[in-house]
């Protein structure tokens, strides 16, 4: 009889275990959780300033310390270590230096700019991840 309890007991616990309780989220360096509502549009490396969020809220999140930005692979670092910058009038994408475009295309020349767009810093060249988004690499990063 008592093997038969510790056994219902050990299913039941197992079932618990697996059946997709919420669980509380294991933050990274630079991280805090924040158990209020957090709207999903906290700072970035792209996109320093908050601006209008439309984002829904979600609760339980975790979110950069202030003074960290949350970068291209998702932590939150110091600003100076950003691999790009948010520029009041920068070069359209086409027209920067990227890992399959070595040098800046002649048609440039005559191009105007984006207003509030990004930049990759000296030393980085735009590459677009598995997901086809804009990011800045190291060039020697590149594949």
Known sequence: MNTAISVLVCVLLCLIEVSGLPRKPVCGKNEYLESGCVDGCEPTCAYPSKGICNAPCKFGQCVCEDGYYRNAQGNCTEPEKCSSVRKSCAKPLRCQISCLQKTEPSFCKNEGCIPFGCECKEG????????????CIRQSDCP
């Open 124 to 135: 980085f060249v735009l590459y677009y991840d598995a997901k086809g988004l804009p990011t």
